[in-house]
Every structure is written in structure tokens, then in C-alpha cells.
């Protein structure tokens, strides 16, 4: 066996202590391999040697189908004398795997029960509203929905529509543009009609919906209205977060800044 091996981190032998030969170390030995569960070195023949020189490499497999090697799939002797970390043997992620599965199902429950308690809140708001305004308002609908029709369209209909409208007891009908506005009107004399007959209007902010001159007229209107008449009440859900107010008409940032509203992802 080799007395020294050449490694340029090590300490100088006391022989050489006053010369610039290269610094060397003691050549050592690592015992039997480290045992890793549910795993073996490629070269099993290995298993029974008893001692392994510096700088020893092993490599490892696992012994168990759809398991992998997390860590290094490796093992090295180090001049210490000890093996270097193990890897671990663990399971693979799959598509087809049981967890896989699992994760996808709590991922959409929780997200159904989101959309649930976001609609529950808003109807049981929308009918204490309701309520307090029975007996001296008599509006042909419960709410205008203003929204940007790009981003919110299919949560509105496949959503916020049935729920109010179909499964709430009592129903609540919302005044929504593409299904209610009437053909061949100006747009702002169907605003307008479209707030005159509601007992509230429901905002859903998104960045279009800023970006949108139609969405802010329909909140300044709105904003208007319920100046006038303290009945008329005004909702806002913040659908994402807005990047920026620098373009938030000065109406509905001060709107924003001193009333409450709520956040989808808390309803």
C-alpha cells in the first residue's frame, strides 16, 4: 500500500515543513460501505470487502421499482477515513401515483371551496341589503354586475350568474351587460337605465377592469348614485392583485384607500 497520496489542502508533514516540496497526506482507509436502505452499490461484489482506499467511488441503485436516488447517487472515502453523505432512496412522483392524485384533488377542493365562500359571502350580503331596503325600494334587479368582460366573462356566468339567480332561496337577479343591456342603445343610456333599476351594484377589480374607460364610467356612475341615495349600495371584490393605481380614477382610489372590500381568495 501507498504510504502518501498528493492533495494540495492538506497540512505539511514535519519533514517537510521547512522545504517547498508539495504537502502530501497519510494515505487512509474507509471500513465495510455504509448501508442504505432499500438500495445496493452497482458492483455488489464489492459488498464483502472489508477496507476501501482514499478516494474510493460507489455507486448506488435502488432496489425497489418507481424509487430513485435523492442526494448524490454516490459515495466517496474521504482521507478522514469516514464515507462521504448517503444518498436516499425514495419514491418517484408520477402522474399515475396515489399522491399525485391526492395533491390534485386538494388542490381543487380547496379552490371549490374558495369560489363557495366568495358567493356565500356576496349573497348574504346582497340579501341583508335586500332586506333593509325591501319595504321603500322597489328596483327590478338586486345588483348591476360591472366587470371587464375579457377577464371575468366565465365567472360571472358559469358562477356568480347560477348561484344567485338559479340556486339562492330567495333567488337574487343581477343586471348584467351582455345578457341585459338592450340592443341599439347607447351604451351610457344603458349604464345609466341599468342603475336607476338595480338596489346595488358588484364590482369585480382586476387590472382590465382599470384599464377598461366603460368599467370606470360604470364606477363613477355608480359612485355617483350612491351619493344621492345612501341606499344604494356599492360592492367591490379585488379578483387579483392590481399592479399599479397610477391609472385608478381618482374616484375609485379614494374609494379603495378609505372604505373596506374584500379579496376573492378571503371570501
Known sequence: MDLFDPDETC????????NDTPCYY????????P???N?????QSLEGNLTFPARTTIVYLCNIEKHSLQGNKEVSCLYSGEWSDPPVCKAELSLMSPMFFLLCFLLIGITLLLLFG???????????????NAPKRN?????????????QHNFVVETLLPHFEEISRPPFLLNYHERDFYLGAKIMDNIQDAIENSNSAIFLICQKFIESKWCREEFERCYEESKKDPDFKLFLIMMEVVDT????????ERFLKSRTYAKVEDC
Do not use: G
Not at 26 to 33: D, I, N, R
Not at 39 to 43: K, L, Q, S, V
Not at 118 to 132: D, I, V
Open 11 to 18: 497540512e505539511f508533514l514535519p519533514s517537510q515543513a521547512n
Open 26 to 33: 497519510m494515505q487512509t482507509e474507509c471500513k465495510s460501505l
Open 35 to 37: 448501508q442504505i436502505e
Open 39 to 43: 438500495a445496493h452499490p452497482i458492483n
Open 118 to 132: 366568495f358567493t356565500l359571502w356576496l349573497r348574504c350580503t346582497l340579501e341583508q341589503n335586500k332586506k333593509r
Open 139 to 151: 328596483k327590478t334587479f338586486d345588483a348591476i354586475v360591472s366587470c371587464s368582460f375579457d377577464e
Open 245 to 252: 393605481l397610477e391609472n385608478v380614477p381618482r374616484v375609485l
